[in-house]
T-cell receptor, first 112, second 115 residues
Framework: QKEVEQNSGPLSVPEGAIASLNCTYSDRVSQSFFWYRQYSGKSPELIMSIYSNGDKEDGRFTAQLNKASQYVSLLIRDSQPSDSATYLCAVNRMDSSYKLIFGSGTRLLVRP | EAGVVQSPRYKIIEKKQPVAFWCNPISGHNTLYWYLQNLGQGPELLIRYENEEAVDDSQLPKDRFSAERLKGVDSTLKIQPAELGDSAVYLC?????????????FGPGTRLTVL
């Protein structure tokens, strides 16, 4: 079992819809969670971080964390074609390694 | 504020040749990371520096890879000799502090092709 799991997709949604991206993690000591967006041929760009259970909103993006279920998600409201990218979920343990563990990413396609 | 700077952006070499990558982190960021990203995968940590000290190099293949961060700012990652399987994108990232709550910001990466 991978430490951070994401559906590879592609997840296809129409323009203006809500895109829901999901991520599960296996290590219960994980305490901080990040969503990165990666366009083809580009490097990962940080878009959201979340540390506490519940929702965190930033513009069109909402991150949701449920530590009991070991589940973190990213909602993108009013999806735009420019949101088409791969979204990487990353999890950081709170042990001495502070290692960021990435999932393989979910590819999102927003249809005009 | 300038982001993480990396060079070169692309490198093509023959197998068994040496190669070096350079990284300049965001000003004020004490922690620097080198990651490797293969196609279709997430980045994987190679080494983490806190200032000039390598505090986690457990994933660095030390027979052929080496890294340094002199004066706790710029860093260089070297491969000698390169193998076909080293073809990947090498990413540098930096963060302000050393706790797991610190956000990491990536540079543009160096795409290495080994022929």
């Amino acid at each position: 079992q991978k430490e951070v799991e994401q559906n590879s997709g592609p997840l296809s949604v129409p323009e203006g819809a809500i895109a829901s991206l999901n991520c599960t993690y296996s290590d219960r000591v994980s305490q901080s969670f990040f969503w990165y967006r990666q366009y083809s041929g580009k490097s990962p760009e940080l878009i959201m971080s979340i540390y506490s259970n519940g929702d965190k909103e930033d513009g069109r993006f909402t991150a949701q964390l449920n530590k009991a279920s070991q589940y973190v998600s990213l909602l993108i409201r009013d999806s735009q074609p420019s949101d088409s990218a791969t979204y990487l979920c990353a999890v950081n343990r709170m042990d001495s390694s502070y290692k960021l563990i990435f999932g393989s990413g979910t590819r999102l396609l927003v249809r005009p | 504020e300038a982001g993480v700077v990396q060079s070169p952006r692309y490198k093509i070499i023959e197998k068994k040749q040496p190669v070096a990558f350079w990284c300049n982190p965001i000003s004020g960021h004490n922690t620097l990371y080198w990651y490797l990203q293969n196609l279709g995968q997430g980045p994987e940590l190679l080494i983490r520096y806190e200032n000039e000290e390598a505090v986690d190099d457990s994933q660095l293949p030390k027979d052929r890879f080496s890294a340094e961060r002199l004066k706790g700012v710029d860093s260089t990652l070297k491969i000698q000799p390169a193998e076909l399987g080293d073809s990947a994108v090498y990413l540098c990232a930096s963060s302000k502090g050393t706790s797991g709550l610190n956000e990491q910001f990536f540079g543009p990466g160096t795409r290495l092709t080994v022929l």
